[in-house]
C-alpha cells in the first residue's frame, strides 16, 4: 500500500517519549514551515520522531526529509501509492507509532504567527501534561490539545472546545471575530469537552487502539475526529483543551479541499454530519455539552520546567 522511508533514529536522550504524526498533500511548502517549527523548538522534550504520511502528493513533498537532520530528529516518510484521504492517511501514521504518546498535526499548522511565537513550546508542553496525568498524577486523560487560532477572511477565529450547536453540528465553542487573540489568549480553561479541535492533539496510543481507531465510515473527511474523541469519552476518559498553549491554522491546507473532497462526494458533509448525529444523539454523550465544567489550570505542563 504503501513505501516507507526510515532515516537512522538520533541517540539524544528523551525522557517523554512521543511520535508526531502529520498527514499531507501537496502541501510541502507549508509542511516545511511547520517542520522548520518543530525543528526550532526541540530543545525541551524532542519528539522521538516525525511520521509524515503523503497521500499521493504530485509536489516535491519526498523531498522534504532531505533538509531536516535526522541525527536531531529522525524524520520517517510514508509515500502512498494511491490517494486514501485525511481519515485514512493519518490512520496509517498512527498504526506505524511506537511511544507511549502520538501528536497528530495537520501539515498547515505553525507554532508561530508571522514569526512571532503565540505560546512557548505548545508541541511539548501538551505532551508532557498528558505523560504527567497518568504516570505522576495518575488522572484519566486521554487527549489534550492547545487552542488554534484560524485565519477565516477577513477574521481571526479563535477555536477551541467544541460543543453541539442548534443544528446539531459539533463546533468550536468559543469564537472571537477581532484580532485580540493575536495579544492575548482568554483566560477561560475548559476539560471535559465533547470534543475539541482536531488541527494538532496529543493522544495516548494505547486509548487510540482501546477504542478501535478511527471510524472508516466517515472516509474521506469530516467528524471522523468528534466521533473517536466521543468514543473515547463514553470509555470515561477526559479531553483538555487548554487555552494556555495556542497554535495558528491558517486554513491552508489542500488535504481537505473543495476540489479533493467532491471527488469523493460533494455531499460529504451532510452525509458524514447525519451519520454522526445518528450514532450519538440518543447517547448520555450528546449531552455533555450543557454540562462543562471550568477548571484553572496553574500549570499546563505540570511541573514541566522542573523537568
Known amino acids: 500500500m504503501f513505501l516507507l522511508i526510515t532515516h537512522s533514529h538520533s541517540t539524544m536522550s528523551r525522557e517523554i517519549l512521543y511520535t508526531i504524526v502529520i498527514p499531507t498533500f501537496n502541501s510541502e511548502k507549508i509542511l516545511k514551515n511547520l517542520l522548520e517549527d518543530i525543528f526550532r523548538e526541540r530543545d525541551l522534550y524532542p519528539p522521538s520522531s516525525i511520521i509524515i504520511i503523503d497521500d499521493c502528493s504530485t509536489d516535491d513533498t519526498k523531498y522534504l526529509p532531505k533538509f531536516f537532520d535526522s541525527e536531531v530528529i529522525p524524520v520517517d516518510y510514508i509515500k502512498l501509492d494511491k490517494q486514501i484521504g485525511p481519515l485514512l492517511a493519518e490512520k496509517v ?67 477551541g472546545p467544541r460543543s ?68 473515547i469519552r463514553e470509555k470515561g476518559h477526559k479531553i483538555i483543551t487548554t487555552t494556555q498553549k495556542v497554535v495558528y491554522h491558517p486554513s491552508t491546507s489542500n488535504h481537505k479541499t473543495t476540489q ?20 450519538w444523539q440518543d447517547k448520555p454523550i450528546w449531552n455533555w455539552n450543557s454540562q462543562y465544567d471550568i477548571v484553572q489550570i496553574d500549570s499546563l505542563t505540570g511541573g514541566f520546567s522542573a523537568r
Open 260 to 279: 479533493f473532497l467532491s471527488k469523493s462526494d460533494p455531499d460529504l458533509f451532510e452525509k458524514n454530519l447525519e451519520y454522526f448525529i445518528s450514532k
Open 93 to 159: 501514521g498512527i498504526e506505524e507509532v511506537d511511544t507511549e504518546i502520538f501528536i497528530s498535526i495537520h501539515a498547515d499548522v505553525r507554532l508561530s504567527m508571522q514569526n512571532i511565537k503565540i505560546s512557548e513550546h505548545p508541541i511539548d508542553a501538551i505532551a508532557c501534561y498528558l505523560y504527567k496525568s497518568k504516570n505522576e498524577r495518575d488522572e484519566n486523560i486521554a487527549v489534550v490539545a492547545p487552542w488554534t487560532l484560524q485565519l477565516s477572511t477577513p477574521y481571526l477565529v479563535q477555536g
Open 164 to 231: 453541539i450547536n442548534n443544528d446539531k453540528c459539533p463546533f468550536s465553542m468559543q469564537r472571537n471575530y477581532a484580532f485580540r487573540p493575536l495579544v492575548r489568549a482568554p483566560t477561560t480553561r475548559w476539560e471535559s469537552v465533547l470534543s475539541t479541535d482536531a488541527y494538532c492533539y496529543a493522544m495516548f496510543t494505547e486509548y487510540y487502539h482501546e477504542v478501535g481507531g478511527f471510524n472508516e465510515a466517515y472516509s474521506p473527511y469530516f467528524f471522523y475526529h468528534d466521533d473517536l474523541f466521543a468514543r
